[in-house]
């Protein structure tokens, strides 16, 4: 999906980007004129909080993971909808609208990941090398909207919308059935770990990709001096 946002490019390229396209316009036209976009992303912010709550609670009871996965379909709504209800109604105001949302967006990152974190289905350690991977993937293309201007928010086939799906899978697996703890030397770990490593290290594969990719855009349009 491209589409224009702004003074530039939005590119969309993951799999349920098609079925959001079709979706979120339809959610957005049939709501209220009271609600605004800014309503929903604070909804956002305060579902992304509630995840985080949610998952630290699950070391008292696993039930928790039910509100957790609960969470994430209202963290779509809310993050999902605020640009898409702008654009709907013809009130964008696309400096604003990038800024808050990108900023609300590491913070969300931030707050589920260490919830994951607190949670007893993963490490700390891995949750936050979650969150790291995914900042640095943000400041890669907040830098390619400024010196390419495109903004392409999906690396490969894996958007936010597809992580959620991955994680509400995830919630229902470890309700359904114990998460198959091993050890790592002396560290306990679970199957979430492995998961979330082998998610970490291919993000940070995906960086170096397309970071050798600008680079050799950028060098063809600005070949060196002679």
Known sequence: MTEKGGA?????????????????????????????????????????????????LSNRDERWLWAASAGLVVHWLGDSLDGTLARVRKIE???????????????STTAIGIGLGLSPYMLLSVGLSIVIAYLVLSINVYLETH???????????????????????LNTLALFRPPLPFHVGVVGATIFDLLGGLVALAMASLLVGRVAKNLRRLAALEPPHR
Not at 20 to 39: C, G, K, M, S, Y
């Open 147 to 169: 010196v390419l201007g495109e903004f392409q928010f999906g690396y490969g086939w894996m958007g936010p919308t597809e992580a959620r799906v991955l994680l509400i899978a």
């Open 93 to 107: 105001r696309p400096r604003y609208g990038y800024y808050l949302d990108h900023l609300t967006d590491a913070y």
């Open 8 to 56: 530039h490019e939005r590119k969309s390229v993951f799999v349920l980007a098609r079925f959001e396209r079709w979706a979120l316009p339809r959610i957005a036209a049939a709501l209220p004129r009271w609600i605004v976009p800014d309503h929903l992303t604070l909804l956002g912010v305060l579902a992304a909080t509630w995840i985080a709550v949610a998952y630290a």
